[in-house]
């Protein structure tokens, strides 16, 4: 049984009330009388000694005092367990990574808050989720305890992200009339949507982690950057973890408040990865910084171009990144001049020039205008100074990045796979088209040039299906290229060089790094396409300073009470027994005080 309206109980002061009343004596009458016998027919009782000895008991007394009692009952409006109730709970935990620091708050505050907010129902159906909708539920079920079990083994790792939709989700798994509950460590969002109700369990706590990590232009030294989240100076510890298993030797590294560092060190000859640790505290996601040393992927360049554009295929092969020249005939690149002649375009990736023999042609007239596109975006182009040559055949399909009046300056082409019977299938081939001389313009003079040259070489190495080793951020989207129509495999390093199967990803399935610092790989089916180490640098989620707690469930809804209890059904009963002591104590009260008047006449 619960009391729906405990206000009520404060009729029980018309008790005492009614208690004062009866101790209240009415003033007795004073008559004149010749004898003395007739003093004993009005002889009363001593009034001395105790004060409640004056309260007379009577039928009105106890009649009232009934009435108090039953108007107490009807007011606080006794509701009873229905043995078939069930009290829909849905819980959304923030799992950003922030609340890793706060799990046995979180479990302590549970274990206080679930029997309450179960109330009066014989049961209570109950359901986890976490603020990222994507994510499977946690638990689903009627045992608290065992939901209790789940938050043991819960690691949030993601960044902040808003919570809206996740209550939407949890708010249609429960009644109207269902507790909707958002967990967090912060204050951020104090008004919340789908009448939910916040319980914030952090504190604010002091940290200092890694923040960012980069490299020298060789590849052979690492720079960690560490930041102190905190409005005090702090020290803290650091060391190297080798692959060979041993650690140099541990330093102290002090920051001022919000300090920022930077740690530097070598790869060990013949090592290509390594881990740098801080001493550990509350917030342990950013204490380890895994690094391998990167290696990204090349194009093997080939050059067919004639020997005036030799200063060209020089610095294009000196100064943009990972690029390497080779003669081989199955190049991913080709440097290529067009001729007349042979108008032939190559079977690989190409960027292509015009080899203009006539050097008496005038410039090229007219406005420049450049297309919207990603390789021309922002850049400007109004310098540019070309002769006129023989044009190169642009056809309807082609992409024109750049005009000049009439004539495409820069042309983009794409061509769709080749299959032969009996060949290998040929890709889709992309061509990056000058149509003009390059040596006869001041093109390579312009930063436009070399930024549009370093996009597209950027671009085939993305598009490149070859192994590669880097850096990541943990949940980082990682646009591996891959083989069409295979799925991937990434697994983690174990003990004694095992490997442990994270998951296997669809061929058109995003890829990510894990959630958690560490190494990790990443195979279509024999290959290696990826070796990787990923890190925490959310600088956001790294602050606890602004973590605080507040609970704000209040009791059940109205609404709620009425699903998962029944009325009092004797509630008829009560206002007619309620109206009818209150009709008797009248009439008794009416008797007595005709009695007494009688008394006082005859006397």
Known sequence: MILTNPLGLLALLGIPAVLL???????????????????????????????????????PLWLQLLMVLLLTWLLVEPRYRNTTSTQQLAIVL???????????????????????????????????????????????????????????????????????????????????????????????????PFDAQLLAVGKATDNMGFTGLSFSEDGKSWQATVRNYSHDEKSRTWQVLFPDGSLSEERELTLGADGITTLTG??????????????????????????????????????????????????????????????????????????????????????????????????????????PHPLTQGLNWQALQSRETIPFPVTASDEVLLWQGQRPLIVLRETLPVVEEGKPTRGAKSHLIFNFDLSL????????????????????REQKVAFESLNTETNQEIPLARKPGQSLTVAVPGEDDTKVIVA???????????????????????????????HFADTREADLRSADSQNELTRLTASAVDQITDEDKWWPLWVVATLAALLAAWHFTKVKVQEEEVVAETA
């Open 266 to 371: 070598n790869f060990p000859a013949g090592a290509d990865y390594l881990t740098v640790k801080l001493a550990d505290d509350a917030f342990a996601l950013d204490n380890e910084l895994p690094v391998v040393k990167p290696k990204p992927k090349t194009l093997v360049t080939l050059s067919q171009l004639p020997s005036k554009f030799g200063d060209f295929q020089k610095r294009f092969l000196a100064f943009f990144p990972n690029l390497e020249s080779s003669a081989t005939a199955d190049p991913d690149l080709t440097l290529s001049a067009y001729d007349p002649l042979l108008p032939i375009v190559p079977e690989t990736h190409s960027i292509i020039t015009i080899n203009e023999t006539a050097r008496s042609r005038k410039f090229l007239s007219g406005g420049i205008v450049a297309e």
């Open 21 to 59: 009343i009866h101790f209240l004596q009415r003033q007795a009458q004073v008559i004149p009388v010749s004898t003395l016998f007739l003093l004993e027919q009005t002889q009363r009782e001593s009034t001395s000694g105790r004060r409640f000895d004056r309260l007379t008991n009577s039928v």
């Open 94 to 192: 923030d799992s950003s990574a922030s609340m890793s620091v706060f799990r046995e708050e979180l479990k302590t505050t549970l274990e206080k808050e679930l029997p309450r907010l179960q109330g009066p129902a014989a049961k209570v159906q109950l359901y986890l989720l976490t603020s990222d909708p994507n994510e499977p539920l946690l638990y689903s079920g009627d045992d608290p305890k065992e939901a209790l079990t789940v938050l043991e083994n819960w690691s949030p790792t993601a960044g902040a992200m808003d919570p809206n939709g996740a209550l939407r989700l949890a708010r249609s798994r429960i009644r109207r009339e269902g507790l909707l509950i958002y967990v967090t460590d912060n204050l951020e969002r104090t008004e919340l």
């Open 504 to 534: 296997e990803k669809a061929a058109n399935e995003v890829l990510r790094a894990p959630s958690e610092p560490g190494y990790f790989e990443v195979k279509q089916g024999e290959t290696l396409l990826l070796k990787s180490a990923s």
């Open 441 to 460: 313009s001041n093109a390579l003079k312009l930063p436009s040039t070399v930024i549009l040259l370093h996009r597209f070489t950027t671009g085939l």
